[in-house]
């Protein structure tokens, strides 16, 4: 099972995942392009200056990276990852799921559950607080990358601008709502992991995983009106999944060109 051990073999990883996405029409691939496009910026970052700690940095990015790997590797197996990586990975298989909610089940389980571990597990219950302008950062840079998605999907959705001005939104309000309970909740939740004892970690993670589940199930079944709303979204999606991978790629390129860390 590969694992990396520098953010260049991180970024490596995810340009095999991507490319092998293309030519399975797999979904996996849309959050794969996102989560590589964070590790460029956080690989920026460091040679910028831009965390506290670089070195610190690339040790918890290429452990949180490792985290999604495990995940990744482990499925293509047919081996039981995560539950909420297992949700997430199982729902880019069908049909009905859009864009959107096939990045927000990736943000969902790897910032929810992994960067919580990822945190702790470079830290110590004295120095953890070190850790949040870092951590902030992090968030910043993903947050800044899925405020640019919607750009892109206009381009796969023809009727998304449609449904924007008669539906109040409603991808907004799931960006935000899993961006705000994302962040907040995985920095709690690291500071309730580092203290949690070597021994009774296993258990802790598999009851956060079981409740990061949960959040999957709503962003994949967000209610009745909403998800009618994405069905009829869905059946006007422009392109295959490769196409739309594509799509997404050159999008997050105009958008590095334009944002800095």
Request: proline residues 2%; negative net charge; contains cysteine.
């Amino acid at each position: 099972m590969k694992q990396a051990n520098t953010i260049d073999e991180v970024i490596q990883f995810l340009d095999e995942i991507i490319e092998k996405s293309k030519i399975d029409q797999s979904n996996i691939g849309l959050f794969a392009i996102l989560y590589r496009e964070v590790t460029i910026r956080v690989k920026q970052g460091i040679q910028a200056g831009s965390f506290q700690n670089g070195e610190r940095m690339e040790k918890l990015d290429v452990i949180f990276a490792n985290r999604y790997l495990k995940a990744y590797y482990q499925y293509q197996a047919k081996e039981k990852p995560s539950e909420c990586w297992g949700f997430a990975f199982e729902q880019a298989e069908k049909f009905w799921p859009i864009v959107l909610q096939h990045l927000l089940l990736g943000i969902n389980a790897h910032v929810n559950l992994d960067l919580g571990i990822a945190s702790a597990q470079i830290s110590t219950v004295e120095d953890i607080a070190d850790l949040k302008h870092d951590f902030d950062q992090i968030n910043a840079i993903l947050s800044s990358l899925v405020a640019g998605v919607e750009k892109c999907l206009i381009k796969i959705w023809p009727t998304l601008t449609w449904i924007l001005k008669y539906t109040g939104k409603i991808d907004n309000f799931f960006i935000d709502f899993s961006m705000e309970e994302a962040r907040n909740g995985a920095w709690k939740f690291a500071n309730e992991f580092v203290a949690v004892p070597e021994n009774e970690r296993e258990a802790c993670t598999k009851l956060r995983d079981e409740r990061i589940t949960e959040i999957a199930r709503l962003v994949s079944n967000p209610g009745y009106f909403v998800s009618a709303v994405f069905k009829f979204i869905r059946l006007f999606e422009r392109g295959t999944v490769a196409q739309k991978i594509i799509d997404m790629q050159i999008m997050e390129e105009k958008n590095m060109e334009c944002v800095t860390v």
